[in-house]
């Protein structure tokens, strides 16, 4: 493997991929894109069937972005939860968003797993708190919340009471390419989804409230703030636009229109009417372009934003 970074000990065992949806395929490409074999499970047969031709796609893409290993990982797909654990280190869960599923993957897991192996869940909306509920050991579980599609969006958002358990996974995450971020406590929707909601919130307001239309907004975010975002984030990039005196600046000066600004901030709801002004808004904005192609561009995008950005894999 190709990498300046010593590998950890969790990454020179193989490891289990557990849920082979959206998720869990680009998890799988991502790891085997690094040399890393993986072991993968699913309840699903036809998800055990397609895994190997649905890997396929985001491996090219991963391969396009930069030189893979010198040999990649290598996919085993598995039925038996006791067989696809044999010999892992590290699993990466990415079952349905369903507690009780979730609950009979981490019983599994602890009791065919090795008693030093971390299994990490990729979940959305649920709380460490929730999940780990029930094991014997909580603490061998983490929160490792990724963006949409995994292979491609650098971020995982951690959380776990544990901090060694956290330099453990930070330094499997940081071997594969990713930029792991932990979470002082836990939150709904972690960071990411919690920032993304509030700028949504805003953008269905300003839909709502007839203030511009669906493909308006959409073309304002991503020609105007998205892009300064991309580089600096929202903290930095006010840091920048407070001029020689920095936040401090900033704060001080335009504190105040940027509190005036909050206040006029909506709160609307997902009514009817809103629901459809929405989905008729998407539509347009599509222009006839299936999610296929949609989603064909969104990743062509990033996979150019990423290169600019240099963000190696």
């Not at 984030?233 to 229109?257: C, D, F, K, N, R």
Request: with cysteine; hydrophobic share 45%.
């Amino acid at each position: 493997m190709t990498s300046e970074t010593a590998v950890p000990p969790e990454l020179q065992a193989p490891v289990a991929i557990l849920g082979c949806g959206l998720i869990g395929v680009s998890w799988a490409a991502l790891f085997l894109h690094h040399g890393i074999n993986v072991r993968a499970w699913d309840t699903s047969s036809i998800a055990r069937k397609t895994l190997l031709e649905r890997v396929k796609l985001p491996m090219a893409q991963l391969a396009l972005m930069g030189p893979p290993a010198v040999v990649l990982g290598h996919l085993s797909v598995f039925s038996d939860m006791s067989a696809v654990l044999e010999g892992v280190s590290f699993a990466q869960e990415s079952a349905p968003e369903v507690v009780n599923v979730k609950h009979e993957i981490y019983s599994s897991f602890e009791h065919h797993a090795g008693s030093e192996a971390l299994i990490a869940s990729s979940a959305s909306g649920l709380s460490w708190s929730n999940l780990s509920a029930g094991m014997h050991v909580p603490e061998r579980l983490l929160t490792a919340h990724p963006f949409n599609p995994p292979h491609l969006v650098p971020l995982v958002e951690m959380f776990c009471p544990s901090d060694s358990v956290l330099d453990r996974a930070e330094a499997i995450y940081r071997r594969i390419g990713r930029v792991p971020v932990r979470m002082k406590r836990e939150a709904t929707g972690h960071i990411a989804n919690r920032l993304s909601s509030a700028l949504w919130r805003e953008a269905v307001n300003i839909v709502a409230e007839g203030i511009a239309d669906v493909e308006a907004v959409d073309l304002a975010l991503v020609n105007g703030p998205g892009l300064r975002w991309a580089v600096t984030g929202a903290h930095m990039t006010y840091h920048l636009g407070g001029g020689a005196g920095g936040i401090a600046h900033y704060l001080e000066h335009l504190g105040p229109s940027q509190e005036s600004r909050w206040t006029d901030l909506g709160t609307p709801s997902l009514t009817p009417e809103v629901c459809a002004a929405l989905i008729a808004g998407v539509e347009a904005e599509a222009k006839g372009k299936s999610l296929r192609e949609l989603e064909q561009i969104r990743d062509a995008g990033l996979m150019r934003l990423l290169a600019a950005r240099d963000i190696k894999h």
